[in-house]
């Protein structure tokens, strides 16, 4: 019998509500904007997704769990230090990222124009090129909170491989 290959998919999810005077932090780079998301951190949605995802797979809970937002030393933390925290317990467990895949859902300002950049950035701190981290961005259609331009979500899945 052949023996299958230790592949593990990841599945996150993150909201966050944006708010009137707040920096816009997505992907690890900071949109221009005259509002942006209200959290604990940074509240880059993007990569807290990605986060919760690689955590995932690895049955590694979430988040939440490993950074929790009542912890002082979180408050305001760059986003992509809690990924370089995160990609370190993945590799601890003797995984590496296959590849990522993640959608972004803000009514505006739009994306697509710095998902070049944010490609680049993860992909440093991930080990990963910009052909393997696909980031999609939609709008809501002016529907609910998303589309009325109150909150922000970000889904990702990743595949992790065994070293």
Known sequence: MQKKPNLRIGFGVDVHRLQEGYPLWLGGI?????????????ADVLIHAICDALLGA???????YHFSDE?????????KILLKKVH?????????????DATVILEAPKVNPHI??????M?????LSPEEISIKATTHEKVDSFG??????????????QL
């Open 30 to 42: 900071q949109i221009p904007s005259s509002f942006g998301a209200v959290g604990h951190s940074d």
């Open 123 to 127: 992909g440093e701190i991930l080990k």
């Open 148 to 161: 009325e331009k109150k909150a922000i979500k970000a889904y990702a899945t990743v595949l992790l491989y």
């Open 58 to 64: 690895l049955s590694l809970r979430d988040i939440g």
């Open 71 to 79: 912890d002082p030393q979180f408050k305001g933390i760059d986003s």
């Open 88 to 100: 370190e317990m993945v590799q601890t467990k003797g995984f590496g990222i296959i590849n990522l």
């Open 116 to 121: 070049e950049k944010m490609q680049m950035i």
